[in-house]
């Protein structure tokens, strides 16, 4: 919703408060709108903001405020999520943008990326070029941040779907650019940007320096939250932290250097910033390990499919599981009940080369890789 107050701000401007305004049907609509965002209903505000838009195109025409109205409808539809929606305005207040300039009261760069947002949900062929341009010409603003960083989240999520790699890695390096403007944490939304990048590299490329990057990115997110991640290790519920930090461990799984024969897979510790000094380093032991083939989901083992699911499990006092909780999984549902099914009765065990006083972990992320080996 921050992205639409500069959009309030534009167009009060135009209702001075003259009493033969103040009846006027657009007015009311407008004030009414803005209300509506103050208190967070964007249910209200879409209505009064279509409304305020079409009293001031039936009164107006391209006069008046008409372009700002309807780049509010089109920004508070883009805030809904209803991109195709928003397409239909975004595009008069661009064209009233370039048709009148300054007088419009639209600030053209944003009609734009409203514009391509809106064009993309339709399926327009070039508006994620186009949408990709209009974010970098807003690198050189200060005020964007607000409508730009989930223009390029949005950007990044459809070259994905398009399997346009470059293009989605351009995209959440944008969003790492604009992560100021993300609702919530800042720090989360760059991590979140940056997990997807590494992920995006990995899935346009295999090559052993890409994935070596891609694998040094995860582990500078993996550092970053983990402050986070340990300062509420052990809460029952997952934290915005734990799923972050559970999808870059997923995705580090993924690209993590394969040791050459004869060498000792060092890569698979933690890192040494990531080891809490007075916890003591475990062993787990699961009854049915000899028999984990089992817990392999039949349908990916005649597709041949792997993949890697990060699990954090609550301990109790014994060792014993007490709760599991998928974090992120790689791909999404397909591994989760079986890593859950097979962790069921592990147990975790202070480790022989333990500290002396060491504590026993309250709650541990268990990496679980599901690979189909030839032979």
Known sequence: MRGMVLGLVLAAGAFAPAAAEQANSVLEHYRAYAAALERGDLAAAE???????????????DGGRTGVLALNLALVRLNRDEAEAAAAPARRANDIAQARGAASGVDPLR???????GEMALGLENAPAMLLAALQDAEARTDLDDDAYPAAVRLAHKALQLRQYD????????AQRYAGGALGDV??????????????MVLGSRREEVLAQSHA????????????????????????????????LAWSALTRPRPRRGQSDESASEPADLVVPNEC???????????AY???PQRALIAGIGGVVIVR????????ITQTDVAAAAPEDLFDDAAKRFLADGVAQRADDAREGCVMPHAVFITMPFMVTSG
Do not use: C, N
């Not at 997110?221 to 999808?247: C, F, H, K």
């Not at 499990?313 to 014993?320: A, E, F, H, P, S």
């Open 111 to 117: 009609a734009r990326l409203a514009l391509w947002q």
């Open 167 to 174: 293009l989605a890695r351009m995209a959440w390096s944008e």
């Open 47 to 61: 209505r009064e903001a279509a409304a305020a838009y079409g009293a001031s195109e039936a009164r107006d025409g």
């Open 294 to 296: 089992r817990y392999y």
């Open 281 to 291: 380093k475990i062993h787990w032991q699961f009854p049915h390990l000899q028999e």
């Open 313 to 320: 499990v609550l301990l109790g006092d014994d060792g014993r």
């Open 187 to 200: 720090a989360f939304a760059r991590a979140q940007a940056r997990i997807g990048e590494a992920a995006t």
């Open 217 to 248: 990115m995860l582990g500078d997110v993996l550092s970053a939250l983990w402050p986070d991640v340990r300062r509420q290790m052990g809460e029952p519920t997952l934290t915005q932290a734990d799923l972050l930090y559970a999808q870059a």
